[in-house]
C-alpha cells in the first residue's frame, strides 16, 4: 500500500486568501487526485494530476479556484484561492495503485471564517 | 451517469454482526471498494473486490457481490467499539480514473 502524507493537517483562513496543500507520496505512482469532503456529505472529485500533463478538473471545478502542481511522481499541490467559508471542507489527496486500489491521505481539514 | 447508495445509519449490539448495504448504477463497474472514516480521520481502504467476484472474506470482513442485482455488502462479524465509523462504498469502470463514492453509512455501536 502506499503511504500518503499532507501538510497542513488542518488550518483556519481568513475569506479572500489563498491557502497551498501538499501531498507526499512514498512511492512514485503515475495518477494523484485530489477530493473534497465537505461537512457531513461523501467525497466529490475535484481534479486528476498527472505529472507532465495539466491537470483534469471535473465539472464545477476550475482551475483558477483549484491550481494544481505536479512536478514529479511522488508530489502535488492543491491551492484553494480566494477562499470563502464554502470553502471549508476536508481535501483529500488519493493515489491509485498498481491493483486499481486506491489510497487516501489523512485529509487537511479547512475552515475558513 | 453512475450512484452508489446506502443507507445513512446502522446501529448495531457489541458482539453482533453489522451488515451494510450498498448499490450501484454502473454495470460496467469492475472495483468495488470498502473504505472506513474514523473522526477526524481520513479514508482508511478496508477492502475491495472485483466484479468477477462474488464474495472475498478477510479477517472479520466479508464481501458479498450480486453482480446481476447490482449490489454490495459489507459484513463485519462480532462487531466493536473500535468499529464505529463512516463507512463508504464506492465502484470504477476498467476505463475510468475517478471513483465514484456513495453518501456513507455511519455505524454505531451499542453496548
Known amino acids: 500500500s502506499a503511504v500518503i502524507s499532507q501538510k497542513p493537517s488542518r488550518d483556519i483562513c481568513q475569506r479572500g486568501t489563498s491557502l497551498t496543500i501538499q501531498c507526499q507520496v512514498d512511492s512514485q505512482v503515475t495518477m494523484m487526485f485530489w477530493y473534497r469532503q465537505q461537512p457531513g456529505q461523501s467525497l466529490t472529485l475535484i481534479a486528476t494530476a498527472n505529472q507532465g500533463s495539466e491537470a483534469t478538473y471535473e465539472s464545477g471545478f476550475v482551475i483558477d479556484k483549484f491550481p494544481i502542481s505536479r512536478p514529479n511522481l511522488t508530489f502535488s499541490t492543491l491551492t484553494v484561492s480566494n477562499m470563502s467559508p464554502e470553502d471549508s471542507s476536508i481535501y483529500l489527496c488519493s493515489v491509485l495503485g498498481n491493483f486499481n486500489e486506491q489510497f487516501f491521505g489523512p485529509g487537511t481539514r479547512l475552515t475558513v471564517l | 451517469g453512475e450512484d452508489v447508495e446506502q443507507s445513512l445509519f446502522l446501529s448495531v449490539r457489541e458482539g453482533d454482526s453489522s451488515v451494510i448495504n450498498c448499490t450501484y448504477t454502473?454495470?460496467?463497474?469492475?472495483?468495488l471498494y470498502w473504505y472506513k472514516q474514523e473522526p477526524g480521520a481520513g479514508l482508511q481502504l478496508l477492502t475491495y473486490i472485483f466484479s468477477n467476484m462474488d464474495m472475498k472474506q478477510d479477517q472479520r470482513l466479508t464481501v458479498l457481490l450480486n453482480k446481476k442485482d447490482k449490489h454490495l455488502s459489507l459484513r463485519i462479524a462480532d462487531t466493536q467499539t473500535g468499529d464505529s465509523a463512516i463507512y463508504f462504498c464506492a465502484e470504477k469502470d476498467s476505463s475510468a480514473s475517478k471513483i465514484i463514492f456513495g453518501s456513507g453509512t455511519r455505524l454505531s455501536i451499542r453496548p
Open positions: 454502473d454495470s460496467s463497474s469492475t472495483y
